[in-house]
């Protein structure tokens, strides 16, 4: 799934703090947002295992929650919807397509690592890849939600979410065309620095 989507699932699972707490909404939903996005900062890494902690995230998140829970401030709030949506995010990546370069053609075996597992886990392609029409319609209900639910800041940030995505949507396969056409022109000592994800399966 695209970050953008996993954004969007963080601030509408996190704007569920407004029935029990609302003075912490602001800060929840933006937390919900950041840990959404903090997972895909290994995009230039070893996508998918740096950052992605399916388990352990849900483990520290549980526990967060148990003392925002009992000392509800900004701080325990916030870093409580950090991990939560991390965590969500880590968990539903497995549910979505591979790590191949044409995640459309079903290819790869490696979702998400689980470290307390230590293995990969497999992808079940409910949604095929991130940036799938399926992806796309995802964020916009999403979007939808918190846009129809709120005023001001989580409005303008569910539109902006949404707007990337659909985008980015629209770029999905077009970008992998323009990136084979770079990589048959690129220099060997050039190609040996690009992470092997992005160059593993274009031909």
């Known amino acids: 799934m695209m970050a953008t989507t996993h954004a969007l699932m963080g601030m509408g699972l996190l704007s569920a703090t407004g029935l029990f707490a609302p003075?912490?909404?602001?800060?929840?939903?933006?937390?919900?947002?950041?840990?959404?996005?903090?997972?895909?900062?290994?995009?230039?890494?070893?996508?998918?295992r740096t950052l992605h902690f399916p388990v352990l995230y849900s483990a520290g998140a549980l526990a967060l929650v148990a003392i925002a829970a009992t000392v509800p401030t900004i701080l325990?709030?916030?870093?409580?919807?950090?991990?939560?949506?991390?965590?969500?995010?880590?968990?539903?990546?497995?549910?979505?397509?591979g790590l191949e370069v044409k995640p459309w053609k079903g290819t790869s075996d490696r979702a998400v690592y689980s470290h307390y597992h230590d293995r990969w886990l497999a992808p079940r392609r409910w949604i095929r890849y991130d940036g799938a029409p399926e992806d796309v319609a995802l964020a916009g209900v999403l979007a939808g939600v918190l846009v129809l639910t709120f005023a001001g800041p989580i409005q303008t940030a569910a539109l902006a979410?949404?707007?990337?995505?659909?985008?980015?949507?629209?770029?999905?396969?077009?970008?992998?065309?323009?990136?084979?056409y770079l990589v048959e022109r690129l220099p060997q000592h050039v190609l040996d620095r690009i992470p092997f994800q992005f160059t593993e399966d274009l031909s």
Do not use: Q
């Open 23 to 48: 003075e912490y909404l602001p800060v929840a939903v933006a937390g919900g947002a950041v840990g959404g996005i903090i997972p895909d900062l290994d995009l230039l890494g070893n996508h998918r």
């Open 161 to 180: 979410f949404l707007a990337i995505s659909v985008v980015y949507g629209l770029c999905r396969k077009p970008l992998v065309v323009a990136g084979e």
């Open 76 to 97: 325990t709030v916030g870093l409580a919807a950090v991990l939560l949506s991390a965590a969500l995010h880590s968990a539903m990546d497995a549910l979505g397509g």
